[in-house]
């Protein structure tokens, strides 16, 4: 069973399906914390079913988005999701292996790079049952350094990439990053409450960028009583959707 939702009222609709896919916070929160002024071209290290190239193409109606996925089948539910949303044409998708970037892409071809990656490393321990969960969720088929040279070789010199990621694998991170030659620029730790430590990690890197790294306050998803934050409440509504990638 399946049906298409409307991420907020009169906002971008999501096929969702019991088995395979289930719309996440994760995905919007990278959409709102990506830097799209100026942007006229983007990628998607693993796009999964396609969310982060409808937000992204919501968000900056200039900019062409295209999405790598290595599962068919989620590339076919990304570009459903992209002409139920009236994208066609300014998004697109390529079904193949992120790995094999220099065969997909030219060098230096995007002017910013986003990624949702798989949080765990291969037998950590948190696999999932079915394949296709298990590839999203574990490092089967792709490493954080796989996606950080892949973000180096499209990226223009200059050029932002985005991430959101688990913040026990910070580290991690920032090495994948700068042996890539992407230094980190920016940095937003995603609480669910004040009271509570951060479960999600937001990083922007520059290819190429000097050396300083700006920690941004954090982003709390509720209020003392359990209700979305008004910040939340922002991103999901969302007034920063604005067209051209201008904040309100």
Known sequence: MSAFDELWRGGPRFMQTQESF????DSVLLADFANMKRVRSCLDLGSGAGVLCVLLAAKNS???????ELQPDFADLSRLNISENGFTGRADIITGDLREHRALFGASSFDLVVSNPPYFSENSGYSAPKEH????REELNCTLSDICS???????????????HRPERL????VAMT???????RLRMVS?????????????????????????????????SGRDS??????????AFAPNGDEI
């Open 62 to 68: 200039e900019a062409k988005i295209t999405g790598v």
């Open 22 to 25: 289930k719309l996440s916070t």
């Open 230 to 239: 008004r910040e939340a409440q922002m991103i999901y509504k969302r007034g």
């Open 179 to 185: 042996e890539a030659g992407i230094e980190p620029k």
């Open 150 to 164: 892949a973000a180096r070789w499209v990226l223009r010199w200059g050029g932002d990439f985005a991430l959101v």
């Open 192 to 224: 669910y409450s004040s009271e509570k430590a951060p479960s999600l990690v937001l990083v922007e890197g520059k290819r190429g960028g000097k050396k300083g790294l700006k920690i941004e306050a954090p982003l709390i998803l509720t209020d003392g």
């Open 171 to 174: 580290s991690e991170i920032f």
């Open 133 to 136: 969960r298990a590839m999203a």
